[in-house]
């Protein structure tokens, strides 16, 4: 970026001598083929210091800029799990099963009673089928869990063990109800969908929409992620 804020630089520096030398009468004399030859020069110089910035580069620095935990893996973006989710977890002691796996974790939610059509129990037969008819056991743990035992899910001793005594203690019981609801809220979310997610880099990948066939699609190209 450096090297083109010095280019800018140099065409409004030669811009202004221009015009100087217009109005001084200093550019008598000169002729087009002149102006033509320096022109092709300089856009030479330009043209080289452009390619030395790489299109590549700038457009790595550009979708990076806003989180250094995000990256690509095989055309999938692979996001950081929000830090008060994980203080969550920390604190409610809850979901180990995911966030403390040796392995990758498929998580999803799933009507078992299927009278939610947006938690499909057909999504669910399909993914596990494909799960238990294949390897993939050496790269994923599966943890999917039914809409009912989610929203009836106790998730853990959140509050307060007994009335604050003071401001700061106080504070701590009300960062400890954010983060739990945030691990709720974060977990909620990827059951929508499906989710896999990466303990050992603290990182998710979220499937866009609900569809069997994308999923399977996702779970055998970043099995290696």
């Not at 989610?150 to 509050?159: A, I």
Request: proline letters at 3%.
């Amino acid at each position: 970026m450096n090297k083109l804020k010095e280019v800018l630089i140099f065409f409004v520096c030669v811009g202004i001598i221009l015009g100087a030398a217009y109005f001084t009468g200093f550019l008598k004399g000169f002729t087009v083929s002149d102006f033509k030859d320096a022109y092709d020069n300089i856009a030479t110089i330009v043209s080289s210091g452009v390619k030395s910035l790489g299109v590549s580069e700038m457009m790595s620095t550009e979708t990076t800029a806003g989180n250094q935990n995000t990256t690509i893996f095989k055309n999938y973006k692979a996001l950081p799990i929000p830090a008060s989710a994980l203080k969550g977890h920390q604190d409610s002691r809850a979901w180990n099963n995911i966030f403390n796996s040796p392995q990758k974790v498929i998580f999803y939610i799933y009507d078992n009673d299927d009278k939610n059509p947006k938690y499909s129990k057909d999504f669910h037969n399909q993914i596990s089928s494909y799960f238990d008819k294949t390897k993939m056991s050496r790269f994923y743990n599966i943890e999917p869990v039914t809409l009912y035992y989610f929203d009836k899910l106790n998730w853990g001793n959140t509050g307060p063990d007994k009335i604050c005594n003071s401001f700061q203690e106080c504070n701590e019981y009300r960062e400890r109800a954010a983060n739990y609801s945030m691990l709720s809220d974060y977990l909620r979310r990827c059951g929508k969908t499906m989710c896999i997610i990466n303990p050992r880099n603290n990182q998710y990948v979220m499937l866009k929409t609900r569809n069997a066939a994308e999923a399977i699609k996702m779970i055998n190209s970043i099995r290696t992620w």
